[in-house]
């Protein structure tokens, strides 16, 4: 499974769009990148995933670049409760999962 | 449907004592998976299945012994519990491309 590259932390305004990187340039074909996050120490929340086209939902977007070497996922109105660990993770359709450090994201008043 | 749940949701071993971590899940998901979070770190996997039957090692698996019997139910059993085991446990379960679900944890104290 392709290793991915994050920055070890992020600050965001409270209301304002926070946008967190995700390098995964070994990425394969059938690879699918996810975004999950973990506040304090409960079990880490499914955001989104994506394979090639861009994808929205109720609590986030996930733009993908057209060679699929890395993503932006974007909150679009920060709140406090957004506070978390954010961990972008590539893996097949049936493979594991395996986190790195993620990106810690703290919203500022 | 409750998703997955594990038990218990806390536990204190001594050394060199064993115990069996309960992960039981209902949406019939085929892929499961049992992960170590230490603090200030992110998950580490432990071990992994992808159906009744079949089991794999992940990056971290001494020490643990799992068993798939059923489609609902991976238990993570501790054989001889050290210091080094003080962690959180979580257990996960998907279906195909679909995400992870992840349990609430075991926060596991050994003394």
């Known amino acids: 499974d392709a290793k991915t590259t994050q920055p070890p932390s992020m600050d965001c305004a409270e209301g304002r769009a926070a946008n967190l990187p995700c390098n995964h340039s070994?990425?394969?074909?059938?690879?699918?990148v996810y975004w999950y996050r973990q506040i304090h120490s409960q079990g880490p929340q499914y955001i989104i995933h994506?394979?090639?086209n861009n994808e929205t939902n109720e609590m986030a977007s996930l733009i993908i670049t057209e060679d699929r070497k890395s993503s932006t996922l974007i909150l679009p109105h920060a709140t406090l409760r957004d506070t978390a660990v954010y961990y972008c993770?590539?893996?097949?359709?049936?493979?594991?999962?395996?986190f790195g450090t993620g990106t810690s994201l703290t919203v500022i008043p | 449907n409750a998703g997955v749940t594990q038990t218990p949701k806390f536990q204190v071993l001594k050394t060199g004592q064993s115990m069996t971590l309960q992960c039981a899940q209902d949406?019939?998901?085929?892929?499961m998976s049992w992960y170590r979070q230490d603090p200030g770190m992110g998950l580490r996997l432990i071990h992994y299945?992808?159906?009744?039957?079949?089991?794999d090692q992940g990056e971290v698996p001494n020490g643990y012994n799992v068993s798939r019997s059923t489609t609902e139910d991976f238990p993570l059993r501790l054989l001889s519990a050290a210091p080094s085991q003080t962690s959180v446990y979580f257990c996960?379960?998907?279906?195909?491309?679909?995400?992870?679900?992840f349990g609430s944890g075991t926060r596991l104290t050994v003394v």
């Open positions: 996960a379960s998907r279906r195909n491309s679909l995400g992870y679900t």
């Open positions: 299945s992808v159906g009744a039957g079949i089991t």
């Open positions: 949406m019939n998901h085929e892929y």
């Open positions: 994506g394979l090639k």
């Open positions: 993770i590539v893996s097949k359709g049936g493979g594991q999962f395996y």
């Open positions: 070994t990425i394969s074909g059938n690879e699918y």
